[in-house]
């Protein structure tokens, strides 16, 4: 099979996962970090702010500001919920957008029966946020701004430092969800005024079941824990800290950045072969804003064509037909009605996203499939 779901998630790097072996048996590193009364936990421990020094490296922040977290759901749910209920007598008011991963849309509908007041923004129709409608949504209430960098349906990206500059303004805090964006695009936390910011680490070639919290100290940002037992991370986030994953997503973003440029630019070749050939597909139109977008995500959709008969008739590729977290429903996705697409052309969407191992053979062949597929499912129609 063709794989082209990277955005759903990436299969880890083999460099990534040689250092992670390293950290489970008897001969290797795999003490308890929170052991500190023997060499076994002193070499564990050292790894972990290794990888904390990784990451913290890569967005150009203090490792201080890192928490570990099992994934960017529980980085949003920590960095909402945390705000909202440490910081609840100064204010009651979250924004964010209505195209939102549902991590921070179910955070935030879950805040509101707390008695919490969300505004939902809706965006433009080519999926970028109004930065006049933000500023106009915030009130003397409003205590954060939850807005992502990359949306996981269509890879458009939001302007953090405009967004940021608003919230600094009205002395509110931002969050964004970096999940689709972390070791993709360039974030400095000294430049952008972003508070928190949620990163997922099988989306760049690291496992699953971890991430991380970025969280300002200057000035400093509080949380009002989700998980208590132990007092780790700061007392931000108890629990064993599992040192192979870890090791995994420190490793996996010391080489994006060291491979930042490059890999960016091999994927946008591969995007824009992508976009020019399936444009010659008759009634092929493409999903937000693409001048505003990352390089390794394009949301297509061919009018007449069901998503879920197209997937179904292409069984050597392997895509999706909107987010991987919705797949199962066959609810439009809520992130193309947001943006003022029929039900009827969100249902005719599918996304393809390439990553680290496609290759310009494989998109040839994606490509000659979809064409053929697309042709004969527009032959069936009455």
């Not at 060499?39 to 564990?44: K, L, N, P």
């Not at 009130?139 to 349906?153: A, P, R, Y």
């Not at 952008?192 to 997922?200: A, E, N, Q």
């Not at 950045?257 to 010659?280: F, G, V």
Request: charged share 20%.
């Amino acid at each position: 099979m063709i794989y082209l779901d990277y955005a759903a998630t990436t299969p880890v790097d083999p460099a990534v996962a040689e250092q992670m072996a390293a950290c489970l048996t008897l001969d290797g590193t795999f003490g308890n970090p929170a052991s500190t009364t023997h060499e076994f936990g002193w070499q564990a421990a050292k790894l972990v702010e290794t990888a904390r020094q990784q990451i913290a490296d890569l967005i150009n922040a203090d490792p201080r500001e890192i928490i570990f977290t099992s994934g960017a759901t529980e980085a949003d749910n920590l960095a909402i919920k945390g705000i909202a209920n440490f910081y609840k007598d100064r204010g009651d008011h979250i924004i964010t957008m209505r195209t939102e991963h549902h991590a921070v849309l179910d955070t935030c509908a879950f805040l509101e029966k707390q008695g919490f007041t969300i505004t939902y923004l809706n965006p433009q129709p080519d999926g970028r946020l109004n930065l006049a409608e933000l500023t106009a949504a915030i009130t003397d209430k409003t205590i954060l701004i939850s807005i992502m960098h990359v949306n996981n349906e269509t890879g458009v990206t939001q302007d953090l430092a405009a967004i940021g500059q608003i919230a600094k303004q009205h002395n509110v805090f931002f969050h964004t969800d970096a999940a689709q964006s972390i070791g993709k695009l360039v974030i400095d936390t000294q430049t952008l005024s972003v508070d928190l910011i949620s990163i997922s680490a099988h989306k760049i070639y690291a496992p699953k079941g971890i991430g991380a919290l970025y969280v300002r100290r200057k000035p400093k940002v509080r949380l009002q824990p989700l998980i208590h037992g132990g007092g780790h991370e700061q007392g931000s986030r108890s629990g064993t800290l599992p040192t192979h994953q870890i090791v995994g997503l420190g490793s996996a973003l010391a080489i994006a950045q060291q491979n930042l440029i490059a890999e960016q630019t091999k994927l946008k070749k591969l995007r824009d072969y992508l976009m020019r050939e399936l444009s010659t597909i008759p009634q092929t139109a493409f999903n937000g804003n693409q001048d505003h977008c990352v390089p390794n995500i394009l949301s297509v959709r061919f009018a007449g064509i069901d998503a879920e008969a197209l997937m179904a008739s292409c069984p050597e590729l392997a895509f999706s037909a909107g987010s991987a977290c919705t797949s199962a429903s066959i609810v439009p996705s809520h992130v193309l009605q947001a943006m003022g697409i029929s039900n009827e052309a969100a249902n005719s969407t599918v996304r393809l996203s390439m990553g680290r191992f496609t290759t310009m053979a494989e998109l040839e062949m994606a490509v000659k499939t979809i064409r053929k597929q697309v042709a004969r499912l527009r032959d069936l129609l009455p």
